[in-house]
């Protein structure tokens, strides 16, 4: 099994920043992909951004590009998610989730949510 967790959300301000932080541990692997989904009320949960094992491969959703930045530290199986110019509309519950490529086209494990919320 693995256990993922995230951290660090909190109530910022439009304009402003923080950097969410995912830990996996338990039978993980470093090759396993890692991504960052967010759910606002009332919408549907959406993928926000992701990274492969190396993290020479990346994804942004639209709404986020130039803004967010995903990153990984294999030696810690920790992913980081840093969000910069933050709006009101980036206020959401963000989940940490992660899988074994070899294994599964659907992410697996799942953290249980660290909110987020811009005021304006």
């Known amino acids: 099994q693995v256990q993922v967790v995230e951290s660090g959300g909190g109530l910022v301000q439009a304009g402003g920043s923080l950097r969410l932080s995912c830990a996996a541990s338990g039978r993980t692997a470093r090759w396993y992909e890692m991504a960052w989904f967010r759910q606002a009320p009332g919408k549907e949960r959406e993928l926000v951004t992701a990274i492969n094992w190396s993290g020479g491969s990346t994804y942004y959703a639209d709404s986020v590009k130039g803004r967010f930045t995903i990153s990984r530290d294999n030696a810690k199986n920790t992913a980081y998610l840093q969000m910069n110019a933050l709006k009101p509309s980036d206020t959401a519950v963000y989940y940490c989730?992660?899988?074994?490529?070899?294994?599964?086209?659907?992410?697996?494990?799942w953290g249980q949510g660290t909110q987020v919320t811009v005021s304006s």
């Open positions: 989730a992660t899988r074994d490529p070899q294994l599964s086209h659907e992410y697996d494990y």
